[in-house]
T-cell receptor, first 113, second 115 residues
Framework: SQQGEEDPQALSIQEGENATMNCSYK?????LQWYRQNSGRGLVHLIL?????REKHSGRLRVTLDTSKKSSSLLITASRAADTASYFC?????????????FGKGITLSVRP | DTAVSQTPKYLVTQMGNDKSIKCEQN?????MYWYKQDSKKFLKIMFS???????INETVPNRFSPKSPDKAHLNLHINSLELGDSAVYFC??????????????FGPGTRLTVT
């Protein structure tokens, strides 16, 4: 069954604005990861946040994790046209060799120049 | 240098045929994966291999047979292809640790079209 559910499904913003994307999940997790997929390409890892962490930053990206609400958010600040892509959250609920990522349906972000 | 590579990039074939997709990673990772992404972009894990050993098999029809000749390679063979097999297949690799998987590195994908 699907673990992560992103919200909204699609987001259109102007260049320079901030983009906030949310992800909710159902079961306890070890870590949560965000990925970006440009059209026709493979997924690219953005950030990994562990269940004992609440916030992480990477350049213009900020990820928060609230395990009590089983939710995460990805904030992209000062968006650029090049940020146009699909964004996926993925949860890892298992340990060791049984570890696997369960992906949400993705959010389509369009950044208008 | 390409970290995770897949061949072919495109594959068009008829129903009933058998085809293979190859994947190679040069990152030194111990775990490799196959994912299927459908037309709605939903990405689902199919298999994972850790140190050449099959670990995860996610209720995939037995027409799909993965094979890992060594830690750097993971191939996917599909028998008797069906229309519903049309999708983009991604290979990925990562390290595994006590906290689960680290970041996964994805290949460019193989777009399979079954006619």
């Amino acid at each position: 069954s699907q673990q992560g559910e992103e919200d909204p499904q699609a987001l259109s913003i102007q260049e320079g604005e901030n983009a906030t994307m949310n992800c909710s999940y159902k079961t306890s997790i070890n870590n949560l990861q965000w990925y970006r997929q440009n059209s026709g390409r493979g997924l690219v890892h953005l950030i990994l946040i562990r269940s004992n962490e609440r916030e992480k930053h990477s350049g213009r990206l900020r990820v928060t994790l609230d395990t009590s609400k089983k939710s995460s958010s990805l904030l992209i600040t000062a968006s650029r046209a090049a940020d146009t892509a699909s964004y996926f959250c993925a949860t890892d609920a298992f340990t060791g060799a049984n570890s696997k990522l369960t992906f949400g349906k993705g959010i389509t972000l369009s950044v208008r120049p | 240098d390409t970290a995770v590579s897949q061949t072919p990039k495109y594959l068009v074939t008829q129903m009933g045929n058998d085809k293979s997709i190859k994947c190679e990673q040069n990152l030194g990772h111990d775990t490799m994966y196959w994912y299927k992404q459908d037309s709605k972009k939903f990405l689902k894990i199919m298999f994972s291999y850790n140190n050449k050993e099959l670990i995860i098999n996610e209720t995939v029809p037995n027409r799909f047979s993965p094979k890992s000749p060594d830690k750097a390679h993971l191939n996917l063979h599909i028998n008797s292809l069906e229309l519903g097999d049309s999708a983009v297949y991604f290979c990925a690799s990562s390290h595994l640790g006590p906290w689960g998987s680290y970041e996964q590195y994805f290949g460019p994908g193989t777009r399979l079209t079954v006619t």
